[in-house]
């Protein structure tokens, strides 16, 4: 059984157009048919994205207290200032005065 169509009317900017009617050519359908498949790939984009986000955030905040756990009591927090870094870098690429 066919699903029930419902009519929509939409305005688009020039450049979308010319690209819809690009796709629709290029793919061999009509312009509704693109515009209805963009649509579904984006609603399965947002509701993986929303669905996968409690879980992902839980790895993240698992990693970390893993990490805080495993480095409790390890010593001092590290203290650098920019020129430190900046000079390590320089020694990674050039070579010390005087030479080798």
């Known amino acids: 059984m066919a699903e029930h169509m419902v009519r929509k009317q939409i305005y688009l900017p020039s ?4 690209k819809l009617k690009r796709l ?6 009509s312009e509704a048919e693109i515009i209805r498949q963009a649509l579904e790939r984006e609603t399965e984009m947002r509701s ?5 986000s409690t879980t992902a955030w839980a790895g993240i905040m698992q990693f970390v207290q893993e990490r805080k756990r495993t480095l409790a009591g390890k010593g001092k927090p ?7 870094l ?5 020694d990674h690429w050039f070579e010390p005065k005087g030479g080798k």
């Open 86 to 90: 900046y000079e390590e870098r320089e």
């Open 78 to 84: 590290v203290q650098w200032n920019r020129q430190e």
């Open 24 to 29: 629709a050519v290029e793919r061999g359908v």
């Open 15 to 18: 450049r979308q157009n010319l």
């Open 48 to 52: 993986t994205f929303v669905r996968n």
